[in-house]
């Protein structure tokens, strides 16, 4: 069974927006579309740069860099530059706290 780590209060990560955070000390982006919260790998898979530099659109993150795109629920890169996917890993909202699991990648 995966461990899952609280990170942070679902009252402070408004609707459409991001949030790095780590856990276990690995870089994770946080983002939440409505009440749905993702955890995805922080890091471009294009160059290693932070993507909580982007955006949310259209259930994705955009890096701020160079433009690729990442879906949140797969992870899967959508465009070039980017041609490999990055992790995305299981969330779960118990009252107001967030808390991701990074053994199971999803």
């Given amino acids: 069974m995966a461990e899952f780590h609280p990170v942070l209060k679902f009252s402070e990560l408004p609707a459409e927006s991001i949030r790095r955070v780590l856990v276990e000390g690995r870089p994770v982006l946080l983002a939440r579309i409505g009440d749905t919260v993702h955890a995805v790998s922080d890091t471009c898979s294009h160059e290693d740069v932070s993507l909580s530099f982007g955006c949310i659109k ?27 996917s990055i992790p995305v890993y299981s969330t779960r909202i118990d009252g107001d706290t967030i808390s991701v699991a990074l053994e199971n990648p999803s």
């Fill in 58 to 84: 259209d259930g994705a993150i955009k890096c701020g860099y160079h433009g690729s795109r990442f879906c949140l629920k797969t992870g899967r890169a959508l465009n070039e530059p980017a041609t490999e």
